[in-house]
């Protein structure tokens, strides 16, 4: 099936602990991203890269860093887990600038719960 | 600042009871709205993307059209199925490319 897909669907872990997300898009796409939506619903971007290089980094605290190997991966560390880093976080791809009118697709979300 | 604001919250119809969802926004350069649908417990479903005021597009029983100011998605004789929210989200400018801007969405509730 052409997807993107993210592990681990779900993820428990405590306060403090350090924990990845992994993201892998077969779709041929050259930009990825990584979205927090939290318990209002609300999908807030964070980082996107193209082609493995960093394009758009939101506001995000440097406890989240993303790597990108090849275009095709996306991955998200995330350092010193706080409680507030408890959300749902949606890895997506696109075909690349100016192409997006493609359409984003989206992974099935890494529910992360911080306790 | 960029903003996206859709209503109602939440929608309850009875099947083949035909409404309408808005999607009201506010950006400094508009590069394209998009319609998404979501499930419980999945990732945004790309349903359409409008570029320019009087644009429409249809996709079985939804139709979405755009303002200078607002889109609409149009359900005509829902059915059950169509349960699920329905997100907004513009397309702006972020340092040479682009980004999405999401509304909270509208969770819609098709009853038999």
């Known amino acids: 099936d052409t997807a993107v897909s993210q592990t681990p669907k779900y993820l428990v872990t405590q306060m403090g602990n350090d924990k990845s997300i992994k993201c892998e898009q077969n779709l041929g796409h050259d930009t990825m991203y990584w979205y927090k939506q939290d318990s209002k619903k609300f999908l807030k971007i964070m980082f996107s890269y193209n082609n493995k290089e960093l394009i758009i980094n939101e506001t995000v605290p440097n406890r989240f860093s993303p790597k990108s190997p090849d275009k095709a991966h996306l991955n998200l560390h995330i350092n010193s887990l706080e409680l507030g880093d408890s959300a749902v976080y949606f890895c997506a791809s696109s075909q690349g600038p100016g192409q997006e009118h493609y359409g984003y697709t989206f992974g099935s979300g890494t529910r992360l719960t911080v306790v | 600042e960029d903003q996206v604001t859709q209503s109602p919250e939440a929608l309850r119809l009875q099947e083949g009871e035909s409404s309408s969802l808005n999607c009201s926004y506010t950006?400094?350069?508009?590069?394209?709205l998009f319609w998404y649908r979501q499930d419980p417990g999945k990732g945004p479903e790309f349903l359409f993307t409008?570029?320019?005021a009087g644009e429409e597009k249809e996709k079985e029983r939804l139709k979405a059209t755009l303002t200078k100011k607002e889109s609409f998605l149009h359900i005509t004789a829902p059915k059950p199925e169509d349960s699920a929210t329905y997100l907004c989200a513009v397309q702006v400018a972020s340092g040479g490319y682009n980004k999405l801007i999401f509304g909270a969405g509208t969770r819609l509730a098709v009853h038999p």
């Open positions: 950006v400094s350069g508009l590069r394209g």
């Open positions: 409008l570029y320019s």
